[in-house]
């Protein structure tokens, strides 16, 4: 039976889970294209996730706790990469909003592609993080400073928009059943959680007094709108997977979603301690830096047990049915680097030589999931069938 419905009729539009397509099917929506903006008639939200997972791979080397020769060098080409990417991306999503106006306004409504309006606000977040981290070294702090607090206000704007619209959305119009609970679902909470990280970072670079005491304030109240909102949908997905059959193979990269809120609620405790002193008094500045190491800790252990779980879920499904290629690949990069930052951050806060190796570890992970999903998707992009439209119906569910 189907999982999801909506109360109220609505155009038909693509969800981010595609059916696969036959070659000649391929052939003749490509060679049918009218215009050149048709191409990106099916363009949604969720290929900002590229631009998420490319950028992560940038932040997490320039913060890693083991630094090896090039490493600096090669992060800060990555850098650039993911900012031509959000550049070109950009650029895209303006003509899919120009020339197919209505298929862009049903994504709004769509149950499932709705979901990944959380992806643009944190796309331009982690560039903007990667400007004043990497990108500073090639334009100079100035300008770093400028182009993270463009990003980062911009970004966060759409992120607390995305994270209050899609909620009130699925409230007033999707009726959910009790198995539709997926990965998807913390898309649109886990922006503000980046803005509490890569506001932390900018917290030095506010006027101090009662712009930079606010500026704390904000990115400790974002901090909290995403922890609470992320860990009751993690409870509903933990209910998913223990009341119902396994999810379909489309859909089990979405299980890795999981760990962004957790890995980045990680970097944000400990980034925001690491610039408390500079903005709160004792004891409150003192408190910040206890909280960052308990709460830390004890969420990196969560976020470790997870990450084994969708590990061994994503190898069964992939050795029993299959793991069928989509953008949600995507979700096995940039999570994973939220983990990376954390074990970062929990690693210079403790000295913890386990920490710094689990780290590096783990960016390894991340650099062999991003080598293989940035492959894939330039080859289907390059064959043009990432652009062509995914079934017309949200995941089905069967009991």
Not at 5 to 30: F, I, K, M, N, Q
Request: hydrophobic share 50%; aromatic share 8%; glycine share 10%.
């Amino acid at each position: 039976m189907s999982t999801i419905t909506d109360h109220r009729p609505g155009p038909t539009v693509p969800t981010p889970l595609p059916t696969a397509a036959s070659p000649s099917t391929r052939r003749r929506v490509l060679r049918d294209l009218e215009h050149p903006g048709d191409l990106f008639r099916h363009l949604g939200p969720n290929w900002f996730a590229s631009v998420m997972g490319t950028g992560i791979v940038a932040n997490a080397a320039a913060t890693l706790p083991l630094q090896f020769p090039g490493l600096r060098t090669a992060a800060t080409v990555v850098w650039g990469c993911s900012a031509l990417l959000l550049a070109a991306m950009t650029a895209a999503w303006c003509v899919h909003w120009i020339h197919h106006r209505d298929n862009a306004r049903g994504h709004g409504t769509h149950p499932v592609m709705s979901q990944f309006y959380g992806a643009p606000p944190m796309a331009l977040m982690t560039v903007g993080a990667g400007t004043l981290l990497l990108g500073k070294d090639v334009i100079g702090l100035q300008a770093a400073v400028t182009i993270d607090w463009t990003l980062w206000l911009t970004g966060t704007l759409l992120g607390l928009l995305a994270a209050f619209a899609v909620p009130y959305r699925m409230i007033t119009r999707h009726k959910m059943a009790a198995d539709a609970a997926f990965g998807g679902w913390l898309m649109p909470l886990v922006p503000p959680m980046v803005s509490a990280a890569m506001g932390a970072l900018l917290i030095p670079h506010t006027p101090p007094g009662q712009l930079r005491l606010t500026m704390t304030l904000a990115c400790l109240a974002m901090f909290g709108i995403s922890l609470i909102a992320a860990l009751i949908i993690i409870t509903l997905i933990y209910s998913r997977l223990m009341h119902h059959v396994a999810p379909a193979a489309a859909t089990v990269p979405t299980l890795w979603i999981v760990l962004g809120p957790l890995g980045q609620s990680v970097t944000a405790a400990g980034l925001l301690a690491n610039a408390a002193p500079t903005a709160l008094p004792d004891p409150y500045a003192r408190g910040l830096a206890v909280f960052a190491l308990v709460f830390g800790v004890v969420t990196w252990g969560f976020a470790m047990l997870w990450l084994a779980l969708a590990a061994a879920v994503t190898l069964r499904t992939a050795r029993t049915t299959g793991l069928p290629f989509n953008l949600t690949w995507w979700g096995f990069t940039f999570p994973v680097g939220t983990c990376v930052t954390g074990s970062t951050v929990l690693a210079d806060r403790t000295g913890s030589s386990a920490l710094q190796w689990t780290a590096v570890a783990l960016y390894a992970v991340l650099l062999v999931a991003w080598g293989v999903v940035a492959v894939r998707t330039a080859c289907g992009a390059a064959r043009g069938t990432l652009f062509l439209p995914p079934g017309s119906t949200p995941p089905r569910s069967h009991s």
